[in-house]
């Protein structure tokens, strides 16, 4: 998005590294993340790129399971402190010294999730014989788009979401958080139909795995919030409306 032509073939070598992918290429390419922010509203993605997200602890606790399950090396090399609380001195200290850091609780809870996944056999068959945080990227609606799939095997993608809602009922989940478009915009950018797409769904509080197969139906609703995301970024980013004076016309009786 600054204007230039870049090689794909590099541009691919060089987002295997986190650094790259989540720091210089943010602000050449837009990610599911960025539609989400702009679905949600305008005046969100301008803040969050502005301050940054900030980190909740559903977002630490999702990070550490996906690296215990997918790459427990780089799990093993994070930083934890034998803490049960971020309020310890220990942790304070640790956090000033290196940065990102994490607690003994959320090493065990990670682990507790981790080690139960791993048993289960239909989780397990899932991930063997397949790569892991494989990167692309490509265009969508004239625009760059990175991602990066969480599994890749000969049959597809498959997402590992974690939950605090029922499993059997997480379908809902989908357009709430707008899963919807991550489906939309990995399966266009990998090529693949919407049924090559799964998500692998882990409830942190009891265990419980369920899955769900992508459909045509999530797809579609995945590529109209994107089209209608993207004119938003067109009309506020691209060509300089003012947000500020932004109004909305509020519905209903």
Same mark, same amino acid.
């Given at each position: 998005m600054d204007g230039k032509n870049y090689s794909k073939k590099e541009l691919l070598?060089?987002?295997?590294?986190?650094?790259?992918?989540?720091?210089?290429? &943010?602000?050449?390419?837009?990610?599911?993340? +960025?539609?989400?922010?702009l679905t949600d509203s305008p005046n969100t993605y301008?803040?969050?790129? &502005?301050?940054?997200?900030?980190?909740?602890?559903?977002?630490?606790?999702?990070?550490?399971?996906?690296? +215990?399950?997918?790459?427990p090396q780089k799990f093993s090399e994070q930083i934890f402190?034998?803490?049960s609380q971020k309020s310890a001195k220990?942790?304070?200290?640790?956090?000033?010294?290196?940065?990102?850091?994490?607690?003994?609780?959320?090493?065990?809870? +990670?682990?507790?999730?981790?080690?139960h996944f791993l048993r289960n056999e239909y989780a397990l068959k899932c991930i063997t014989n397949c790569e892991f945080e494989i990167p692309n990227i490509g265009m969508i609606g004239g625009y760059p788009f990175r991602?990066?799939?969480?599994?890749?095997?000969?049959?597809?993608i498959i997402d590992i979401k974690t939950t605090t809602s029922k499993v059997i009922n997480w379908h809902y989940d989908i357009d709430k958080y707008s899963y919807d478009v991550q489906l939309y915009i990995y399966c266009t950018i990998f090529k693949i139909p919407p049924f090559a797409f799964k998500f692998l769904v882990i409830n942190k509080k009891n265990l419980e795995i369920g899955?769900?197969?992508?459909?045509?139906?999530?797809?579609?609703n995945g590529k109209r919030k994107t089209e209608l995301a993207l004119k938003l970024f067109e009309k506020y980013?691209? &060509?300089?409306?003012?947000l500020d004076n932004r109004i909305?016309?509020?519905?209903?009786?």
């Open positions: 070598k060089k987002m295997v590294d986190d650094t790259f992918y989540y720091g210089e290429l &943010n602000k050449l390419a837009l990610s599911s993340s +960025a539609i989400k922010l301008k803040f969050v790129t &502005n301050t940054g997200n900030k980190e909740t602890s559903a977002l630490r606790e999702g990070k550490l399971v996906h690296w +215990a399950i997918l790459e402190v034998n803490v220990a942790y304070k200290e640790a956090k000033a010294k290196y940065g990102e850091v994490y607690t003994r609780t959320e090493k065990e809870y +990670a682990e507790r999730i981790t080690d991602c990066k799939a969480d599994i890749v095997s000969e049959k597809g899955y769900k197969d992508g459909t045509q139906k999530i797809f579609d980013f691209i &060509n300089g409306e003012d909305i016309k509020i519905g209903g009786d």
